[in-house]
């Protein structure tokens, strides 16, 4: 298989792919979405939070779970909430043997992709002028909190989760496979709770469904702004 000029560049040094891999992107090539999300997920790898950031505390938790049963792991879990699935998913990396480093990444790389997933679809499902979806990837990159991406892997997980799980059951109307996406969400950060309780409603209700799919489109915005904007 050829390699390219972007992913030889990438090889090379990832930072000064950068443009080149923002070129493919406004042409939409699928390699450019690939690149990003090893991107992303490396400079999870390596970002070293603060003592008081989220991504301390995972840190600690990975080398509690790595001594712990599973049965252990959810009675420590069922005393604390119900969104245990990051948990789960330190506690297995743990067992395996991967460091919580690498975890992050793979949390980062999966958040990113679903992002990017959404992205694409939208771009090939409703033949976006390049200007303007080119416009809306510069916005979203942009605006993201970076220590927010990489030390609140929690939130942003389940926040991809539900995007994806939301436009499966509105736009394409694959309701049990937005619901899955919904709870999957829920069980991972329980703050999105009230986007699984909406598309019940929606499901249940389907009046007026004009005025549900605008609150719909603008719930996004509370999913998609950093949250130091929103507290």
Do not use: C, W
Not at 30 to 46: E, G, Q, R, V
Not at 56 to 64: M, N, Q
Not at 107 to 123: F, R
Not at 125 to 143: A, W
Request: charged share 10%; glycine share 4%; proline share 2%.
């Amino acid at each position: 298989m050829k390699i390219t000029k972007t992913e030889l560049f990438f090889i090379l040094s990832p930072i000064t792919a950068i443009p080149l891999i923002l070129k493919d992107v406004y042409n939409n090539k699928a390699n450019a979405y690939f690149l990003i999300i090893l991107i992303f997920a490396f400079a999870s790898y390596l970002y070293l939070p603060e003592n008081t950031d989220d991504k301390a505390y995972y840190f600690k938790l990975h080398e509690i779970y790595k001594v712990m049963t599973l049965n252990q792991l959810f009675l420590n879990i069922s005393m604390q909430g119900t969104d245990f699935i990051f948990y789960l998913i330190i506690f297995l990396f743990a067992n395996a043997g991967f460091t919580f480093t690498f975890t992050s990444a793979i949390i980062t790389g999966l958040t990113v992709y679903l992002y990017l997933l959404i992205y694409q679809i939208n771009l090939s499902k409703f033949n976006l002028n390049k200007y303007i979806s080119f416009f809306f990837f510069i916005m979203f990159i942009t605006t993201r909190s970076l220590p927010g991406i990489f030390s609140g892997i929690r939130f942003y997980l389940a926040s991809a989760f539900v995007l994806f799980g939301l436009y499966e059951s509105i736009i394409e109307r694959k309701t049990l496979k937005g619901i899955v996406f919904l709870t999957l969400g829920t069980f991972t950060h329980f703050s999105v709770l009230i986007y699984l309780v909406f598309v019940l409603f929606y499901i249940i209700s389907k009046k007026n469904t004009t005025l549900i799919k605008i609150i719909f489109i603008f719930s996004f915005i509370f999913l998609i702004l950093p949250k130091d904007l929103l507290i």
